[in-house]
């Protein structure tokens, strides 16, 4: 199997967000695998790039991605 790097398995879920969450959780499990395998603690989303770009929005996506054992920051 192909290991995508943090910043590939980052696009994906980018893809996956504007594709009504196609495949979300899957694409969660990899990125927590590359960050894992990159030794990085968070992963880090650009806000102006989410679909929902409000801080409701950003909260829930940070419970969502927690749950499934990731942390995310959003860049300024």
């Known amino acids: 199997m ?7 398995a980052t696009e994906n879920i980018y893809a996956s967000l504007r594709a009504d969450n196609a495949d979300l959780d899957a694409h969660i499990a990899t990125l927590k695998a590359a960050l894992t395998r990159e030794g990085i603690k968070q992963a880090v989303f650009d806000p102006t790039r989410l679909v929902q770009n409000n801080r409701s929005g950003r909260k829930l ?3 969502y991605f927690r749950q499934r054992g990731v942390s995310v920051k959003f860049s300024d």
Request: charged share 20%.
């Open 2 to 8: 192909n290991e995508l790097t943090v910043a590939d």
């Open 61 to 63: 996506m940070q419970a």
